[in-house]
């Protein structure tokens, strides 16, 4: 499933998929090229997880704001949460290993790191306002 702006977010963090692996690739990218069989056969071998791909000359903005440096890059959502990322053509059999442990998190314990976070992220904001203001 080729991605955009207008459906990324929808399909990955709003769509109620379970794990979404998206591809971030370019037409010119020769890794891109080698990775992109391999990630189209782990498709076809697990029919329950969603596999997009995004070009990113023609979505440079999401790209952008997805913080894409190098491709292919390789993302891995569960539940809408971002559990793994890593530039570089996968392996099949590593790619095997990634879609194994993203099956195996237990999203509570993520979904707990995700709220310490953001109530960490929230109290040094208000430090920083307080200190400012």
Not at 22 to 49: E, H, M, Q, R, T
Not at 72 to 100: H, K, N, Y
Request: aromatic share 6%; net charge negative; charged share 25%.
């Amino acid at each position: 499933m080729n991605l955009t702006t207008d459906d990324f977010e929808k399909t990955v963090l709003d769509g109620g998929n379970d794990i979404v692996l998206v591809d971030w690739w370019a037409d010119w990218c020769g890794p891109c090229k080698a990775f992109a069989p391999i990630y189209d056969a782990a498709s076809l071998k697990n029919p329950d997880i969603t596999f997009g791909k995004i070009d990113t000359e023609a979505e440079r903005e999401l790209s952008g704001a997805a913080g894409i440096r190098s491709i292919p890059t390789l993302m891995a959502f569960r539940e809408g949460v971002l559990v793994f990322s890593q530039a570089g053509a996968l392996p099949a059999p590593a790619l095997d290993q990634v879609i194994e442990a993203v099956r195996g998190l237990d999203m509570r314990e993520v979904h707990e790191k995700v709220a310490a976070q953001r109530a960490a992220a929230d109290t040094a904001e208000g430090v920083e306002a307080d200190r400012v203001g």
